[in-house]
């Protein structure tokens, strides 16, 4: 019987080359793997996607009666959710003293309290069956901020604390938890993110980075100028070895050296660290996506963990920064290259 996967953030980039991929995926006897029900904001954007056999549904991750709607009809149809994929997100460059606060409370309605209502409303329905896996499309800004895209930095910091702690109180109900740490992808994310703000503010008079105007439209710009930016199907193809992993409840990453990094560290803290608890089995008589029971007190069998991992999974991260501080002249993100790149440094000679 095919898993129920839920993807946010569907109309293009990295969400929909996901249910592409996922909807593709097929079991040795040939029959589909997943039921893929593809959502996002504007339902109009998923036009095509029923020719793969992809159910397109409108979701709006910030509006609490459109996350309800769309679950209870998956529910329904599916019997239940066995994957959900959080990858709705968006994007708001400026410098943070001058940006409005509208655009950063957008980016964290979006990438932080969408996360937060969509994960609310399905994870009940995972715990009460023992079992499901939630993954979170992260970034590698959440730990290695750049100039001018403050807010989206502190959107994707604020998610991986939240999987951190979620994957703790989850893992008692057999629910896993994965944080992807992607690098730049091919997506529309810099022009919805350049069509949804007025640049022209820091161009007059008054603005204290008036100099650095173009830098900041090329901060918005910047995951797509990459030379490095990798093709929305390349990344979905390691998100989906993650969903089809066997221990699903591991981080990943994607992208150049930061990738191989963070997939080096998370190797030597798996290995080094016991898991927080062991999960409960599940319920008796509870099978595929249809299974129901009425949850029962977890049962919580803790294993000590060393006392230097219990900062959780952010641990491995901070590791992560501080091998990236030695790489970088003189650190991250306060390094000369960093400031040049972004013509900080222009305004410290001034």
């Known amino acids: 019987m095919p898993k129920v996967v839920l993807i946010t953030g569907c109309s293009s980039g990295l969400g929909r080359a996901l249910a592409s991929r996922l909807a593709a995926e097929r079991d040795p006897d040939g029959s589909r793997s997943y039921t893929v029900y593809a959502s996002a904001r504007n339902a109009n954007s998923l036009k095509g996607l029923e020719v793969e056999g992809i159910k397109p549904i409108g979701l709006d991750v910030t509006k609490q009666k459109s996350v309800e709607e769309a679950v209870k009809r998956v529910v329904k149809e599916a019997g239940g959710i066995d994957v959900l994929i959080n990858n709705a997100g968006l994007s708001r460059v400026g410098p943070l003293v001058e940006q409005p606060l509208s655009e950063i409370e957008e980016v964290m309605q979006t990438n932080v309290l969408g996360v937060v209502r969509v994960t609310q409303e399905i994870a009940p329905h995972m715990m009460r069956r023992r079992g499901g896996l939630i993954v979170m499309i992260g970034s590698v800004t959440s730990v290695m901020a750049s100039p001018f895209a403050g807010a989206y930095s502190a959107s994707k910091a604020a998610l991986l604390g939240l999987t951190d702690s979620l994957r703790l109180e989850l893992q008692p109900f057999g629910v896993q938890v994965s944080y992807v740490t992607a690098g730049s992808i091919k997506s529309a994310l810099a022009d919805n993110s350049l069509g949804a703000i007025d640049l022209q503010r820091y161009r007059r008079p008054g603005s204290l980075y008036g100099p650095l105007a173009d830098k900041i439209e090329g901060r918005a710009r910047m995951s797509q100028t990459d030379p490095n930016v990798q093709p929305a199907e390349v990344v979905a193809d390691q998100v989906a070895a ?109």
């Open 242 to 350: 993650v969903i089809n992993a066997s221990a699903l409840g591991r981080s990943a990453a994607s992208g150049g050296l930061l990738g191989a990094l963070t997939r080096a560290c998370q190797a030597v803290f798996q290995a080094l660290c016991p898991a927080a608890g062991r999960r409960v089995a599940p319920a008796e008589g509870a099978s595929g996506s249809t299974a129901a029971a009425a949850v029962e007190a977890p049962v919580w069998q803790p294993r000590p963990p060393p006392n230097w991992f219990l900062a959780g999974g952010a641990a491995r991260y901070y590791f992560l920064l501080g091998v990236a501080q030695k790489l970088l002249p003189g650190g991250w993100p306060t390094n000369p290259a960093m400031a040049k790149r972004f013509g900080l440094d222009q305004l410290l000679s001034a």
